[in-house]
Structures are given as structure tokens and as C-alpha cells.
């Protein structure tokens, strides 16, 4: 039989990191070495070869920069990586050549079909906005899937000249228009009884399209945790987005 991989959670004592720990546990390739959450010494991630992060945005570069210098693979589901952190991290990962990180914002395989769907219409339509929904014990706002689509969406208008969204408005003193990444309006609800949940909503010329995706429950995010730690250890240095480890 092929040895197991050894695998460490940080953030286990969370809503994500929980289940990551069953996924893992109940999962006959893998080994849990080690949990970690809040307080506790990374040390040598109990000996694991991939480290699982699921933290708070706070928390996340700090833990990874320890893996990184450990030699441990990381598969990061914590969202909050601006582009200043993601640059600290490759400079980390130039002295630690065979490590691979992989953050990704969304790790349930219809969230990232939606992104994939969105890049595609993004040429075709003058308008665009993006609708998030989750949880209202989320500290981050937008959501990190919601960011990425705003950035994918924005590329995909740019590679096809498209210039900036319509909007006509001059007074808008309480920010009822939301927030703007990238050019890309983005709107974030916080509802009670709810996960995660995202709309992008493109309009053109007397028609509409909307792309949707509902994760009702964190165990929609468990198979791409488990693809990412399987994967993480053949892609040495930084991916951004699970999909390039899926042919998307
Ligand atoms: N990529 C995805 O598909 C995906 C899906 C769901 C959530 N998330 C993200 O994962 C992260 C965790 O979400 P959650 O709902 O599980 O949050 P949570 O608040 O339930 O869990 C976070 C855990 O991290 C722990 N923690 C805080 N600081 C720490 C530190 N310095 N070291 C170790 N542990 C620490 C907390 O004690 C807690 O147990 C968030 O950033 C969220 O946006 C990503
Ligand atoms: O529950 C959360 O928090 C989630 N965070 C990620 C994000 O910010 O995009 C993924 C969906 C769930």
C-alpha cells in the first residue's frame, strides 16, 4: 500500500476547520498528524507533510510563512490574501523551492464553475454586478470568492476593451451602491441560516443573465480540501484558485 499523506489542520476547532478534520480523518490516503487552533505552537505541524489552514484573515500569512519555513505544503482556505501578502509569501517560497501553497478562495467545485462561467460571459455584457450572501459570523466583507470573481470578471472586460460599468449615479451618501473591486460593483448580505451563496448578475441590451451558486452546507467544500492536499505537493510555489489543479 502507498504510505499515507500526513496531513496537519490549523483552525481546527472552527466551523471549517472541523470538518476538514473528518474529511481527513475519514479519508483512507490521508493520516492526521496534528490540530492546531488559537494559541497553540505550530511547532513542526505535528510532522505532517500538508497543513490544511482555515483561520481568520488576521491570522492566515503568519501560519503559512511558519509552513513554508517548515518545509509543509499548504492547502489555505482562509480568505483575506491581498496582493501585498501573497507577494511576502512567493518571496518566502523562493528559499523553499519544493514547497507548494495553494490558496484557495473557494474550494466547492460549483463556485468555481461559476467563476469559469463568469469569465466566459464577462466580454459579451456592459453590466455586471456581484451579489454575495453568507453567514452573519463572517468577518470579511466581501467575501474572497466574491473579490476573485470581480478580478476575473475585470481581466476578461479589459482583454476584450470593454470600458467601465455603467453607472449614472451622483448621489449616494450611504453607499447603498456597495463596494468596488476592480471596477466590478460587489454587494455582500449577511443573512442568519445561510453559508455561502453568490449571483452574478451581467445585463445587456434587453436581457439578463445570471450565474448562481448555493453551498447550503460546509461539506460542499470538503472534496476540494481533499483534491488540494492531494494535489499541493506536486505543484511546488504559489497557486491561486483549486481550478489549475482541475483543468479549469
Ligand atoms: N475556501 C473556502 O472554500 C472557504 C469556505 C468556508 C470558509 N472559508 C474561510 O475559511 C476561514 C475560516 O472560516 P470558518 O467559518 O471556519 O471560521 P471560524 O471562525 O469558525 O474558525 C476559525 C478558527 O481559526 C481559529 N484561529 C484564529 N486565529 C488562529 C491562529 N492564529 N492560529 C490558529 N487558529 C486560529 C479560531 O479559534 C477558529 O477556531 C475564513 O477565512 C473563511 O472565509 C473558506
Ligand atoms: O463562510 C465563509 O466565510 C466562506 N468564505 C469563503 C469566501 O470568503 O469566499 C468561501 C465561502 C464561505
Known amino acids: 500500500m502507498t504510505e499515507r499523506i500526513k496531513v496537519a ?15 481527513v480523518q475519514d479519508a483512507v490516503d490521508l493520516e492526521l498528524v496534528g490540530t492546531f487552533d488559537q494559541g497553540d505552537d505550530l511547532g513542526d505541524l505535528g510532522g505532517a507533510q500538508v497543513a490544511v489552514e482555515l483561520t481568520v484573515p488576521s491570522a492566515s500569512a503568519a501560519n503559512i510563512a511558519h509552513c ?4 509543509v505544503h499548504a492547502v489555505v482556505g482562509t480568505t483575506g490574501w491581498e496582493e501585498e501578502k501573497l507577494a511576502a509569501l512567493e518571496k518566502e517560497l523562493v528559499q523553499q523551492p519544493e514547497v507548494g501553497v495553494l490558496i484557495a478562495p473557494n474550494f466547492a467545485i460549483g463556485a468555481l464553475l461559476m467563476m469559469s462561467f463568469a469569465e466566459q460571459a464577462a466580454r459579451f455584457y456592459e453590466s455586471v454586478e456581484v451579489v454575495e450572501t453568507h453567514h452573519p459570523d463572517k468577518v470579511d466583507a466581501p467575501s474572497g470568492t466574491a473579490a476573485r470573481t470581480a478580478r476575473i470578471i475585470a481581466e476578461a472586460r479589459r482583454e ?29 448580505l449577511r443573512l442568519r441560516g445561510r453559508v455561502a451563496h453568490q449571483e452574478v448578475v451581467f445585463g445587456g441590451v434587453g436581457e439578463a443573465l445570471t450565474i448562481r451558486h448555493d453551498s447550503f452546507d460546509r461539506i460542499s ?11 499541493v505537493g506536486k505543484h511546488p510555489g504559489l497557486t491561486v484558485g483549486l481550478e489549475n489543479f482541475l483543468g479549469l
Do not use: K, N, W
Open 160 to 188: 476584450a476593451g470593454l470600458g467601465d460599468v455603467p453607472d449614472a449615479t451622483e448621489h449616494d451618501p450611504d453607499g447603498a451602491r456597495g463596494a468596488v473591486v476592480d471596477g466590478v460593483p460587489v454587494h455582500a
Open 68 to 71: 513554508v519555513r517548515q518545509g
Open 9 to 23: 489542520v490549523i483552525g481546527a476547532s472552527g466551523r471549517m476547520g472541523s470538518q476538514a478534520v473528518r474529511a
Open 221 to 231: 467544500f470538503m472534496p476540494g480540501v481533499l483534491t488540494g492536499v492531494r494535489e
